[in-house]
């Protein structure tokens, strides 16, 4: 499936180029592990590993204190979390997602967190979200869920750079997968976490039910007339059921349509229950074994609980293919070791005698359809299961006893759909580039309703089973029986989340009785949105009254269409909302929230340098320390290399052990280098060893010096004299060719290295005065180390002479492609001036025959071409700089001469 997504993707690549920079990530966020996919114009749906490799990272982070007086923290990712969390309780704050768009009086949700992640301090603030307290820091759900995605983010980016290390693509659209069920509180708190990203990235949230089945329906392709699907998705939280129909329309041309029709979950059933099942099983196994410790004892221990659930976290995996798992905690309490052993059956029985309704979704799905349909078991082609849970074997017992066993289509990739899926409809969605089209209807599973100043009727102003996105307007109510302010309550699923106050003061002028005999009306509009937001986009006074046109002034057009008879004007009224327990996050919140993710992310960033700093010097350092144990270094090396060697070497070591703690990252890299340096010297020696260093070895080094000092007044020459040959032409054009010369500005590249040619020759001189003495009868009373020292202060000295020669000789090929633009340049606009001049005198002539003239675009262009041809005929091609130097074109090249000329 995947490479024939490759190919739609590939096949309008190329129009995608053009337009953005830009990349889409698809994130499956879950409750247990967070998987991720990133498609730019470079990387086609490339998913994004963990630094350990992995294709899932576990959902959370772990804030630690770094001890320093300034209460810096750092922040842990990835498989280090697991030790996190049974040392480290109450900083180790996984699995956040169930605490999303949550208060403190949703007791459930919290007992439940608490329960699995024991130790973990949970307290309101000010908008009344759960905040998670770590040191002397409230750190709200949202700010955690952003930075869990923001670490994900940043390996996206990463990887985008490693795809094309010249490109600046970077992530800046997020699709989010999110469960059906979520309401509006917790899908503003999803939205708000992808705002508080560094990025602040725009958000599409995307249900994972859909998101299954758009990578199902792609992956499979084959599809006749219509059918029905189950997206059966067992987490670790929740357990949901999404049913949906396909269809390919009789017109083959049409898209492939899906369209969701059913659901039912339970947002508290999931694999968790499991591992709380195996870990009540190993409780009660242990504190049968040890009689005087009671259960609220062993609960009193955060410690002692984590390291049971994460026992039995391990032995539900292995139980899901072996018949027994073996299980052993180390100093489960007080220095009790305990071991045990937990069957499939125990496992099972303990499962089939709980209150566990694995096929309720199912059945919720098919019994409330939002269509108007009515699809019954039968009807269904398959259950799609996915999700890690679904892999529990008694989950897929039960589910072929409701359903037929065949129908139960296990294929699916659990871990990955969802996330390929998300990042499909995130492309479609955000219109980043065209994929496979797909028509997808998407309906609300809630009703939308108002209450009217808390004195009427709900009105439900979006049914169950809506397709959405959508508008609505809807006239809610007479002015004469509301009051001036009234208050509109927006609800979903009967339960009221937003007050919106309205003011209707300001409009009685207006819309007096006189003005408006007939009466005064209000309109609202409301709206759900792609994210399934629902919300009051406006609402206005319309003034009802009998026709007469004088007062309307401002809006005759419009109004007259629309009225018969009769003939209205409208007022938007000034709106307030107010949330009911949640408020929003307001602008500031979310700039501060955003800006401390940044900052701990340079840290962290920063920090991972430092570290990896450090572990290069020590690496270098053992591997250096081995390099001295080798038997051949320890005969032949001289005393003093092989002594600051090793003298290095133990003194990094034990500064590493001891004092390294505080270091920066400048100071490790020093240390590397001196004893890179160090090892360098000593293996030159070595090597050097089959070497005679005598007298003859010096000449012939002496004469290679000779060379490159021949080779440097020739470079110099040369210049000269390629100077010397344009002096003429510059001439001719009135100008000065050294003048020129001398004006040209060299490029940083060029002339950086530059600034050392003098030094350099000098050094290197210098350098040749002591192999001259080596050649003679002197070096005879030398010792080997000295005239090693020679050699190799030459071989510095000369390879640093020839790449400034190399510099140089770039140097003078800018200055004459330079000069010869200059000269191409001035010659044109000597010509044009000429040419001009002659078709003045021409034009002259002809006006005063006839009135034709010639346009001045032609001639411009005739001089044009005409210039070109005399410079190639002019400049020595063999030798042009502008033609061996390619990727310079003249045009990129402005000087302030140019104006000059
Ligand atoms: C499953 O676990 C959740 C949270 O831990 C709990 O609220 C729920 O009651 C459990 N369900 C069953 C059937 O035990
Ligand atoms: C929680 O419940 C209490 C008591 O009903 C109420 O006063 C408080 O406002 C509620 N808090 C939130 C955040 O809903
Ligand atoms: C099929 O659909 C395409 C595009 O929607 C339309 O142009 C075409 O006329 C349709 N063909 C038939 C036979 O209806
Ligand atoms: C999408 O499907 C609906 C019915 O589900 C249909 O009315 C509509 O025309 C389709 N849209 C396109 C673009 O094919
Ligand atoms: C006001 O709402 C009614 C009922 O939905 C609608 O018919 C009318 O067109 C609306 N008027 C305006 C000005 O939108
Ligand atoms: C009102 O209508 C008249 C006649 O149709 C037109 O000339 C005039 O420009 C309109 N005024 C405005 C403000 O649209
Ligand atoms: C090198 O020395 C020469 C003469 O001593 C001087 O003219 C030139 O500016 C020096 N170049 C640099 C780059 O210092």
């Known amino acids: 499936m995947k490479n024939s997504l490759v190919l739609i993707l590939l096949s309008v690549w190329s129009i995608w180029c053009h337009f953005t920079l830009a990349a889409v990530i698809g994130v499956d966020y879950g409750q247990q592990f967070i998987k991720a996919m990133v498609v730019s114009p470079r990387a086609p749906m490339e998913l994004i590993f963990t630094p350990e490799a992995k294709r899932k990272e576990i959902s959370g982070l772990a804030i630690k204190s770094l001890g320093d007086s300034k209460g810096e923290i750092e922040r842990i990712y990835g498989s280090a979390l697991g030790s996190m969390s049974t040392r480290f309780p109450k900083n180790t704050l996984l699995h956040v997602k169930p605490l999303l768009g949550k208060t403190i009086n949703d007791t459930e949700e919290i007992t439940a967190y608490l329960q699995e992640h024991p130790g973990i301090d949970i307290v309101p603030n000010r908008r009344n979200s759960l905040s998670f307290v770590v040191g002397d820091r409230q750190y709200p759900v949202e700010e955690l869920t952003a930075m869990t995605l923001q670490e994900i983010i940043n390996r996206a980016n990463l990887l985008l750079r490693e795809k094309d290390p010249s490109g600046g693509d970077l992530v800046d659209k997020l699709a989010l997968t999110v469960p059906e069920y979520f309401d509006q509180y917790q899908r503003r708190a999803l939205l708000d976490s992808g705002s508080l990203t560094t990025d602040a990235l725009d958000t599409y949230l995307v249900p994972d039910g859909l998101s299954v089945m758009i990578n199902f329906v792609l992956k499979k392709r084959d599809?006749?007339?219509?059918?029905?699907?189950?997206?059966?998705?067992?987490?670790?939280?929740?357990?949901?059921?999404?049913?949906?129909?396909?269809?390919?329309?009789?017109?083959?041309?049409?898209?492939?349509?899906?369209?969701?029709g059913g659901y039912g979950y339970d947002s508290q059933l999931g694999g968790s229950n499991f591992t709380l099942q195996v870990a009540n099983l190993i409780e009660n196994k242990f504190l049968?074994?040890?009689?005087?410790?009671?259960?609220?004892?062993?609960h009193r221990n955060p410690k002692a609980v984590a390291k049971v659930v994460q026992a039995a976290e391990k032995a539900k995996?292995?139980?899901?293919?072996?018949?027994?798992?073996s299980i052993t905690i180390e100093s489960i309490l007080e220095d009790i070791d305990y071991k045990t052993k937990i069957t499939k059956q125990e496992f099972e029985d303990s499962l089939n005698n709980g209150p566990f309704e694995i096929v309720e979704p199912i059945k919720a799905a098919l019994n409330g359809q939002l269509w108007d349909e009515k699809i019954g078991p039968k009807q269904v082609s398959g259950v799609i299961l996915t999700g890690g849970s679904s892999r529990v074997p008694i989950v897929q017992y039960k589910l072929a006893e409701y359903m037929d066993e065949n129908k139960i289509l296990k294929s699916v990739n659990a871990d990955e759909a969802s996330v390929d899926g998300a990042t499909i409809r995130g492309i479609k969605l955000f219109e980043a580039f065209r994929t496979k089209p797909l028509n997808v209807t998407e309906r609300s599973i809630f009703d939308y309703a108002i209450n009217l100043n808390q004195q009427n009727d709900d009105v439900v102003v979006f049914p169950k089973g809506t397709v959405f996105p959508t508008k609505k307007t809807l006239e809610i109510g007479d002015a004469k029986n509301l009051p001036h302010d009234f208050d509109i309550e927006l609800h979903e699923n009967g339960l009221p989340f937003q007050t919106v106050n309205t003011k209707t003061s300001g409009t009685d002028d207006i819309f007096s009785p006189e003005k408006c005999p007939n009466g005064v009306t209000y309109n609202a509009t409301f709206s759900i949105s792609q994210n399934r937001l629902f919300t009051l986009d406006k609402i206005e006074a319309i003034c009802l009254k009998v026709g007469s046109s004088s007062i309307e002034k401002p809006q005759n057009g419009t109004d007259k269409k629309t009225n018969l008879g009769s003939s209205k004007r409208s007022i938007r009224l000034t709106t307030s909302g107010k949330n009911s327990n949640i408020k929003t996050m307001s602008l500031d919140e979310q700039l501060k929230l955003r800006e401390h993710i940044r900052i701990l992310d340079q840290k962290d960033a920063a920090r991972f340098q430092l570290e990896e700093a450090k572990n290069l010097?020590?690496?270098?350092?053992?591997?250096?320390?081995?390099?001295?144990?080798?038997?051949?270094?320890?005969?032949?090396?001289?005393?003093?290399?092989?002594?600051?060697?090793?003298?290095?070497?133990?003194?990094?070591?034990?500064?590493?052990?001891?004092?390294?703690?505080?270091?920066?990252?400048?100071?490790?890299?020093?240390?590397?280098?001196?004893?890179q340096q160090l090892r360098d010297k000593l293996e030159a020696y070595l090597q050097s060893l089959s070497e005679p260093l005598d007298s003859k070895q010096f000449q012939g080094i002496l004469n290679n010096a000779n060379e490159l000092l021949a080779q440097i007044d020739l470079t110099e020459t040369n210049q000269q004299a390629q100077i010397d040959s344009l002096r003429d032409k510059f001439k001719e054009l009135g100008h000065n060719v050294e003048e020129q010369y001398a004006k040209i500005k060299l490029p940083h590249h060029i002339a950086t290295p530059l600034d050392n040619w003098?030094?350099?020759?000098?050094?290197?001189?210098?350098?040749?005065?002591?192999?001259?003495?080596?050649?003679?009868?002197?070096?005879?009373?030398?010792?080997?180390?000295?005239?090693?020292?020679?050699?190799s202060a030459f071989d510095i000295a000369s390879t640093e002479l020839e790449s400034i020669i190399d510099y140089f000789d770039k140097a003078r090929d800018y200055r004459l492609h330079e000069l010869y633009s200059l000269l191409q340049k001035a010659e044109k606009t000597k010509k044009r001036k000429e040419e001009r001049l002659k078709k003045k005198m021409e034009n002259k002539e002809k006006e005063s025959k006839s009135s034709s003239a010639i346009s001045s675009d032609s001639t411009v262009a005739e001089s044009e071409t005409s210039t070109a041809h005399t410079i190639t005929t002019t400049s020595p091609s063999a030798t042009t700089p502008s033609q061996s130097r390619q990727g310079m074109s003249s045009s990129t090249i402005t000087t302030p001469i140019h104006d000059e000329l």
């Open 758 to 791: 003098n030094e350099s020759v000098s050094a290197f001189k210098e350098v040749v005065k002591l192999v001259e003495y080596a050649t003679g009868s002197a070096s005879k009373k030398m010792d080997r180390e000295k005239l090693f020292e020679i050699k």
């Open 223 to 260: 599809f006749q007339g219509k059918s029905y699907y189950v997206v059966y998705d067992m987490g670790g939280g929740s357990t949901k059921a999404s049913l949906f129909s396909i269809e390919q329309p009789d017109n083959e041309t049409e898209p492939l349509r899906i369209e969701f």
């Open 617 to 675: 010097l020590e690496a270098l350092l053992y591997d250096a320390r081995s390099y001295l144990e080798l038997e051949e270094v320890m005969e032949k090396a001289p005393q003093t290399y092989f002594g600051k060697l090793s003298e290095a070497v133990s003194k990094h070591l034990s500064w590493l052990e001891d004092e390294a703690e505080k270091a920066t990252r400048w100071d490790v890299i020093q240390r590397s280098t001196e004893v």
């Open 317 to 325: 995996l292995v139980l899901s293919v072996n018949s027994e798992a």
């Open 288 to 298: 049968s074994k040890h009689k005087d410790i009671t259960a609220e004892k062993l």
